[in-house]
């Protein structure tokens, strides 16, 4: 990815660098060859060269950009499980993910952790963005997820010969796990997904309580991928699930739903980062019924939604690692939403702003494997900057509306915002009827 060749000074705004220390007021940012090199009151700023571009942050908010630690590039208005394997080819799946990876970029996420795509478009739509055929966040890629036979991702029954090739590994025992694994090996994929339990989704046979994989599989899982260097993350509700794969040697745990105290005290002795993607399980309840998803369906994103919440209390307190992410692409969670994960967390979980952000930031970087490069506004990282009209701070929603961005800039360019104009696209992925996240 290109970065910007000269001097830039961000300056009048406050100044939230992402580590969760107090705001700077009338802060300056300054930006050299697209990396930081300041950042810190304007008044002790250095003085910059007189053809240095001058953005004025308006009394504003100048924060890190944004990282979606959850993200599915590939989904797009999912309404039902089946949506995800048969709705579209390939081809029109990875041209609707450029357009989401456009999107997402604009709504001021400059980087974004996959967490599990179709076929292997994320490999390739990292590549393309990282050579500027396309806009879009700094990606980490997943592949084909892994489930285990008769767990949440086999819903299609055998008579209908419906493979799942493009989709997810159905796996049988430590071996299959160790196979798919390499296959993804050879896809070139960094975070191998999997389905250690169920999901309010499946409430028949698959509910967020079932475990979908056993503890030997995923340890088969981890082993074979840590062997290659790549990570391995799953979608963890149900208390035994969380439990094995802490223990198996997972590197992230997704949702982290239903926690105890052996969960946590795991969990905060290995220092291993949750992303519990709860705005969806609010979306799913309130606009559920629009979507015609059964009432069984519905309580168990009810329970999903305040043990997941209570998790989360929890683990912030113990002092444990967040990122903010959070399977937007959904009918009712589509693309372009993904700020509402933030201002659900201030307003319905009880986070403050500064710890909200320092996870969708700092902690996010921890979970690309990147926090050498990018997540805070520290000199010599990345110019990967949001210059918000308004203060943040004082309220969050600001975030979930990306014409109140003067400017979204990745690697000291600017990409999208008002002093980007003309890349301020009415995408078709936006949810053109936001609503309101808590009432
Ligand atoms: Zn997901």
């Given at each position: 990815m290109k970065t910007a060749q000269g001097t830039t000074i961000i300056r009048n705004g406050q100044l939230v660098d992402g580590t969760g220390a107090a705001p700077i007021p009338n802060a300056a940012l300054i930006l050299r060859d697209g990396k930081i090199t300041y950042a810190g009151p304007e008044l002790t700023a250095p003085a910059v060269p007189a053809d240095a571009l001058q953005i004025d942050a308006r009394g504003g908010t100048i924060l890190p950009g944004l990282v979606e630690a959850h993200y599915h590039a590939t989904y797009f208005n999912?309404?039902?499980?089946?949506d995800l394997d048969i709705k579209y080819p390939v081809e029109y799946i990875t041209l609707l993910a450029a357009a989401n990876a456009k999107l997402t970029l604009e709504c001021g996420y400059t980087a974004a952790r996959s967490g599990g795509c179709l076929?292997?478009?994320?490999?390739?739509?990292?590549?393309?963005?990282?050579?500027?055929?396309?806009?879009?966040?700094?990606?980490?890629?997943?592949?084909?997820?892994?489930?285990?036979?008769?767990?949440?991702?086999?819903?299609?029954p055998d008579f209908r010969k419906i493979g799942m090739e493009g989709l997810v590994f159905l796996i049988n025992g430590p071996d299959e796990g160790r196979r798919a694994v390499r296959k993804l090996v050879k896809d070139g994929v960094e975070w191998v997904k999997t389905y250690p339990t169920g999901?309010?989704?499946?409430?028949?046979?698959?509910?967020?309580?079932?475990?979908?994989?056993?503890f030997e599989e995923m340890h088969?899982?981890?082993?074979?991928?840590?062997?290659?260097?790549?990570k391995v993350t799953g979608h963890c509700r149900a208390t035994q699930g969380i439990i094995n794969a802490l223990r198996a040697g997972y590197d992230t745990i997704e949702h982290g739903t239903f926690m105890n105290q052996e969960a946590l005290d795991l969990l905060l002795e290995r220092n291993t980062p949750v992303v519990p993607a709860l705005h969806f399980e609010l979306a799913s309840i309130r606009r559920g019924p629009e979507f015609g998803?059964?009432?069984?369906?519905?309580?168990g994103h009810q329970e999903t939604l305040d043990g997941g919440c209570e998790s989360a209390r929890l683990i912030l307190k113990a002092g444990g690692r967040l990122g903010m992410g959070g399977d937007y692409g959904f009918g009712w969670n589509p693309h372009g939403d993904y700020a509402k994960e933030l201002t659900f967390f201030v307003k319905y979980v009880g986070f403050s702003t500064l710890d909200t952000i320092k996870c969708a930031t700092k902690t996010g970087a921890e979970i690309l494997g990147r926090e050498k490069e990018i997540g805070t506004l520290e000199a010599g990282k990345l110019a990967d900057v949001l210059v918000v009209d308004g203060d943040v701070v004082k309220d969050i929603s600001l975030l979930e509306n990306r014409k109140c961005f003067i400017a979204v800039i990745q690697g000291g360019i600017i990409k999208a915002g008002q002093l980007a104009g003309h890349l301020l696209s009415d995408s078709v992925a936006f949810s053109k009827t936001p609503e309101e996240v808590v009432g």
């Open positions: 999912v309404e039902e499980l089946q076929h292997n478009v994320d490999v390739w739509l990292k590549m393309a963005i990282e050579e500027d055929l396309f806009p879009g966040p700094r990606m980490a890629a997943s592949g084909r997820e892994i489930c285990g036979a008769g767990g949440l991702m086999d819903w299609n999901d309010a989704a499946a409430p028949d046979v698959n509910d967020h309580h079932t475990l979908c994989m056993t088969g899982v981890v082993a074979e991928a840590h062997n290659h260097k790549m998803l059964p009432q069984a369906v519905i309580d």
